[in-house]
């Protein structure tokens, strides 16, 4: 019977023992959150309560709390920034994209209004040619004494009469008729010889001249060109073949010397 007791006792201690190790667990952790709470009140109300509210107690007992409630509160102003930024970048995307349509929109309307503005005015100068003409015609009625033309009638008086020009336009006709005749071996010379000489210095124009001037000398031109050009292009394939060819010969030598040495000599190289 006292050994029962005994150990029903012992068994009731341990198991009070437990229940006060919690409980002091609990009251230190209460205290904690109270020292905490109040740290964080001392930070507010100063020494309003007669206490110290020195640097060092109020830092010691908000260290945890205040350290969580910056992460948390930056995290949360970065969340609220990011939600705030994305309507405003997305807001601005938009009014870039429509001021952009905007302006393609006005671009084209200006490309169009310029064509039309072109076209007008070159409807304009084949009246005003029409004009002239009629005015011209009405003028050769009148008597030889007549006063000297204004203005608007000198100034288009050098486009009418360029365009009643026999001369140029006879030689308009001969040049399209002449260049019509060429075999297509001139007309390659000729486009050729309108590039490379091509320049405003005399040398250049007066040497252009005596090329174009004479055939002989066009074909020689040509001719010298074409040789010109073959020559890099066969003097370019024989530096890349022999130097493809060294490269062959370089990796057979190294690669029949590794095998001499390793079947006559046992080594590796």
Do not use: W
């Not at 609220?80 to 309307?109: D, G, M, Y």
């Amino acid at each position: 019977m006292c050994a029962e007791r005994l150990s029903k006792m012992e068994e009731e201690g341990r198991e009070r023992e437990e229940r006060l190790s919690f409980q002091e667990s609990l009251i230190a952790r209460l205290e904690a959150d109270l020292a905490a709470v109040r740290g964080l009140s001392l930070l507010y109300r100063g020494e309003g309560e007669g206490e110290e509210a020195t640097s060092a107690v109020v830092a010691e007992a908000v260290r945890d709390i205040y350290t969580t409630s910056v992460h948390m509160d930056s995290y949360k102003s970065e969340s609220s920034a990011a939600e705030t930024l994305l309507p405003i970048v997305s807001a601005q995307r938009e009014r870039f994209k429509k001021r952009n349509e905007e302006l393609e929109s006005q671009a084209e309307q200006h490309r169009h209004q310029l064509s039309a503005l072109q076209d007008e005015i070159n409807i304009l100068r084949e009246d005003n040619l029409q004009l002239y003409q009629k005015i011209r015609f009405l003028h050769s009625y009148q008597p030889e004494g007549r006063a000297d033309p204004i203005g608007a009638e000198s100034r288009y008086s050098s486009q009418y009469e360029a365009r009643l020009d026999p001369f140029s336009s006879f030689r308009g006709r001969e040049h399209q008729r002449r260049y019509a005749t060429l075999s297509p071996f001139e007309k390659l010379t000729l486009s050729m010889a309108s590039i490379l000489f091509y320049t405003p210095t005399r040398t250049c124009d007066v040497l252009g001249r005596m090329v174009m001037g004479n055939r002989m000398a066009r074909t020689l031109a040509c001719v010298y060109m074409f040789a010109l050009h073959a020559l890099v292009f066969v003097v370019c394939y024989k530096l890349a073949y022999t130097q493809d060819c060294h490269d062959k010969a370089a990796f057979e030598c190294a690669k029949r010397y590794q095998d001499h040495m390793r079947e006559v000599h046992q080594k590796d190289v």
